[in-house]
């Protein structure tokens, strides 16, 4: 399976500043996938990042917030943007290790405070 | 779209027994069944799956059984190790494609 470098593990930030977030893998997939997993909950997709096109946003989450970019078939970024405390969370970036039937592989998660 | 409820939340066995996580379904266009563990700073890791075409699934350990008419599903750990101790996450997608993850069970395994 695809082994996921993410990057920061773990930031404190400020309320307003913005933080990004770097997710390198060690092979080309066609698509990365940005989750959110709040205190205690289950995992939200956030957006789906293809390579050379904008990013496809779930339901309640919008590209001025949460930002995404997708420059090669191994690297993606998203970027938390004026945040607040409701923003801390555990960042996961996620690919699929196969066509079809297969599972994801996940990071190992940024965990963003913000205060 | 697809709800996935899953429960207990919390879970706590002694080393050697078995623990047992139950999720259930909405969308029985459903037909991808994975299950995740997640160890305490690190991203949810895939441990078992299991297709709608079949009703069990074991490796090692580890099992997962389906009842596609009930609409649930559920993760069977055996001679459970403090090592077992993480969060666990089932999912239900259509062929592998959006995933919709439960809430999580959080199971501790006491020595």
């Known amino acids: 399976s695809a082994v996921i470098s993410q990057k920061p593990s773990r930031d404190i930030c400020q309320r307003g500043t913005s933080l990004t977030i770097q997710c390198q893998v060690d092979?080309?997939?066609?698509?990365m996938f940005w989750y959110r997993q709040q205190p205690g909950q289950s995992l939200t997709l956030i957006a789906t990042?293809?390579?050379?096109?904008?990013?496809?946003?779930e339901s309640g989450f919008v590209i001025d917030k949460f930002p995404i970019s997708r420059p090669n078939l191994t690297f993606s970024t998203l970027t938390v943007s004026n945040m607040s405390p409701e923003d801390s969370s555990i960042y996961l970036c996620?690919?699929?290790?196969?066509?079809?039937?297969?599972?994801?592989?996940f990071g190992s998660g940024t965990r963003l405070t913000v205060v | 779209g697809e709800n996935v409820e899953q429960h207990p939340s919390t879970l706590s066995v002694q080393e050697g027994d078995s623990a047992v996580i139950k999720c259930t379904y909405s969308?029985?266009?459903?037909?991808?069944f994975p299950w995740y563990k997640q160890e305490l700073g690190k991203g949810p890791q895939l441990i078992i799956d299991?297709?709608?075409?079949?009703g069990e699934k074991k490796d090692q350990r580890i099992a997962v059984t389906l009842n596609k008419t009930a609409k649930h599903f559920s993760l069977h750990i055996t001679e459970t190790q403090p090592e077992d101790s993480a969060v666990y996450f089932c999912?239900?997608?259509?062929?592998?494609?959006?995933?919709?993850f439960g809430t999580g069970t959080s199971l501790t395994v006491i020595p």
């Open positions: 996620s690919v699929k290790d196969g066509m079809g039937w297969y599972g994801y592989t």
């Open positions: 092979s080309q997939v066609t698509m």
């Open positions: 999912a239900a997608s259509i062929a592998g494609n959006q995933f919709y």
């Open positions: 299991i297709r709608s075409n079949v």
């Open positions: 990042a293809n390579q050379g096109s904008e990013a496809t946003y």
């Open positions: 969308d029985s266009a459903s037909n991808y």
